[in-house]
């Protein structure tokens, strides 16, 4: 079964950082680009970052960019998200998904993050 | 990069059909065919409905279908069921760059 499981959510405060991983599985995790997707409680879905199959391409949301760092690794089948600098408006679900054929086909069940004092 | 913009809802009775819009610009949707829409039940994981402006994915019933014109992608939903009840989200690439622009959702209701 093709999936994708996040870890690595929780609690912290404003200025403090996390790091979320993505467990990937069922499918040949090196052959594929991958995403961060976040979604506010209540709100629409916003894509946060790109990361390509052997990171040769890296892209970042503005409101994230210099803060996250996308990173992966293939022989793991995994993907990881560090998030510095934390803001109140950084909390969300925060979901991992493939990308295949210019559409993101499979998503995980998501992690939550909450930034608050 | 701005969010396409989608109806904030939508509803329609068992086995009518109903669609809903999605635009955006030619930076976006009418800049690419590439246009997608994805479907959310509460407190769950999105799932692609329609990718590459009107493929279904396997599994996907073929009650859903895609289409675009210029700046404008639309998903129509027929023979309404009880289980389409959902938040809709389209999605366009938009570049290589910042590959991924999100509507604002609609939240269909099967009356």
């Known amino acids: 079964e093709v999936q994708l499981v996040e870890s690595g959510g929780g609690l912290v405060q404003p200025g403090g950082s996390l790091r979320l991983s993505c467990a990937a599985s069922g499918f040949t995790f090196s052959s594929y680009s991958m995403n961060w997707v976040r979604q506010a409680p209540g709100k629409g879905l916003e894509w946060v970052s790109y990361?390509?199959?052997?990171?040769?391409?890296?892209y970042y949301a503005d409101s994230v960019k210099g803060r996250f760092t996308i990173s992966r690794d293939n022989a793991k089948n995994s993907l990881y998200l560090q998030m510095n600098s934390l803001r109140v408006e950084d909390r969300a679900v925060y979901y991992c998904?493939?990308?295949?054929?210019?559409?993101?086909?499979?998503w995980g069940q998501g992690t939550m993050v909450t930034v608050s004092s | 990069q701005s969010a396409l913009t989608q109806p904030p809802s939508a509803s329609g009775s068992p086995g009518q059909s109903v669609t809903i819009s999605c635009t955006g610009t030619?930076?976006?949707?009418?800049?690419?065919?590439?246009v997608s829409w994805y479907q959310q039940h509460p407190g769950k994981a999105p799932k692609l409905m329609i990718s590459e402006v009107n493929k279904r994915p396997s599994g996907v019933p073929d009650r859903f279908s895609g289409s675009k014109s210029g700046n404008t992608a639309s998903l129509t939903v027929s023979g309404l069921q009880a289980e389409d009840e959902a938040d809709y989200y389209c999605?366009?690439?938009?570049?290589?760059?910042?590959?991924?622009?999100f509507g604002g959702g609609t939240k269909l209701t099967v009356l």
């Open positions: 998904v493939r990308d295949v054929n210019y559409a993101l086909d499979i």
């Open positions: 990361i390509g199959w052997n990171t040769n391409f890296i």
């Open positions: 030619s930076s976006d949707v009418g800049g690419y065919n590439y």
């Open positions: 999605c366009s690439y938009a570049g290589s760059s910042n590959p991924w622009v």
